[in-house]
């Protein structure tokens, strides 16, 4: 079993920046790709950024490319995201997942753990 503990989300205004965390416990060995995603209200959860393999290969949503990085601390079992230039679309409950496969893997239903959630806020 995987534990994921989201933190850094919160109140930002348009153009600023914020970094999410996520803190992996447990069978570490077994998020071989860890994703980003994102779940605004009424809406379906949709893939941010992913990361996988020991090379740390990354993948991103056009919607967010040029403005966030996803990166990993292996050593540390956590995994950023960095988000520039927020705008105001960008808010949501983002949430953190990993997955055995070391794939790129942007569709929620192939991640086996998932943490609670973080929300982000942008203001106009």
């Known amino acids: 079993q995987v534990q994921l503990v989201e933190t850094g989300g919160g109140l930002v205004q348009a153009g600023g920046s914020l970094r999410l965390s996520c803190a992996a416990s447990?069978?570490?060995?077994?998020?071989?790709?860890m994703g980003w995603f994102r779940q605004a209200p009424g809406k379906e959860r949709e893939f941010v950024a992913v990361?996988?393999?020991?090379?740390?290969?990354?993948y991103y949503a056009d919607s967010v490319k040029g403005r966030f990085t996803i990166s990993r601390d292996n050593a540390k079992n956590l995994v950023y995201l960095q988000m520039n230039s927020l705008k105001p679309e960008d808010t949501a409950v983002y949430y953190c997942?990993?997955?055995?496969?070391?794939?790129?893997?942007?569709?929620?239903?192939?991640?086996?753990?998932w943490g609670q959630g973080t929300q982000v806020t942008v203001s106009s």
């Open positions: 447990g069978r570490t060995f077994s998020t071989n790709t």
């Open positions: 997942a990993a997955a055995r496969a070391a794939i790129a893997l942007i569709i929620p239903r192939g991640y086996d753990y």
């Open positions: 990361i996988w393999g020991s090379g740390g290969s990354t």
